[in-house]
């Protein structure tokens, strides 16, 4: 079946960085884009970017710009998601996300989701 | 990008209908029609109960249902059961983006 899994918890310094995977199973890892998602502790959701595991391409939403650095490995269908300069208002469970396909009409969504990755960032 | 704008909480008793707005701009909801609602309950993973304003994925019950009305995107639970108890989330396309509205806890009496 299909099935997103993330790294485990980690507790980071600030000014650290932390680099979080989420390998795919299931389904063509190339053929859908992966979109990565934050929750804060008890926050909303904030979308953070997207990446096409094809080609590499990404787009990150503007408040992490020079922050995150998403990245994809198709040997093992893993994708990864960095974040650099750490602070604390950066503590959140971190989610991948697909992005459905065009042909199954949920091609703006994220149709499968992962575990979640727990960030804390504490000195 | 702005987050989206809904009521911090709704509430409804077993049985009842409630509904959820999603308020935004002319850039995302009232732009596009690719809005979506997602559900999470307490430490799980949010799961797609809506797409593209009022389509809903197999598997998710037939007493869920969404629409839209210019800058406002309602999700609407008829029959409320325990179950449904949970966080609602709205989230919109915008520009290569994507933006979630803020969350609405959502309890049944």
């Known amino acids: 079946q299909v099935q997103l899994v993330q790294s485990g918890a980690e507790v980071k310094k600030p000014g650290a960085s932390v680099k979080v995977s989420c390998k795919a199973s299931g389904y063509t890892f190339t053929s859908y884009y992966m979109h990565w998602v934050r929750q804060a502790p008890g926050q909303g959701l904030e979308w953070m970017g997207i990446i096409n595991p094809s080609g590499g391409s990404t787009t990150y939403a503007q408040k992490f710009q020079g922050r995150i650095t998403m990245t994809r490995d198709t040997s093992t269908s893993t994708v990864y998601m960095e974040v650099s300069s750490l602070r604390s208002e950066d503590t959140a469970v971190y989610y991948c996300a697909r992005r459905g396909s065009s042909s199954s009409g949920y091609y703006y969504v994220m149709d499968v989701w992962g575990q979640g990755t727990t960030v804390t960032v504490s000195s | 990008q702005s987050a989206l704008t809904q009521p911090a909480s709704v509430s409804g008793s077993p049985g009842q209908s409630i509904t959820i707005s999603c308020t935004g701009t002319s850039s995302d909801v009232g732009g596009y029609n690719y809005v979506s609602w997602y559900q999470q309950h307490p430490v799980k993973a949010p799961k797609l109960m809506i797409y593209?304003?009022?389509n809903r994925p197999s598997g998710v019950s037939n007493r869920f249902s969404g629409s839209k009305s210019g800058n406002t995107a309602s999700l609407t639970i008829s029959g409320l059961q325990a179950e449904d108890e949970a966080d609602y989330y709205c989230s919109s396309y915008t520009s290569s983006n994507w933006v979630f509205g803020g969350g609405t806890k959502l309890t049944v009496l």
């Open positions: 593209d304003v009022s």
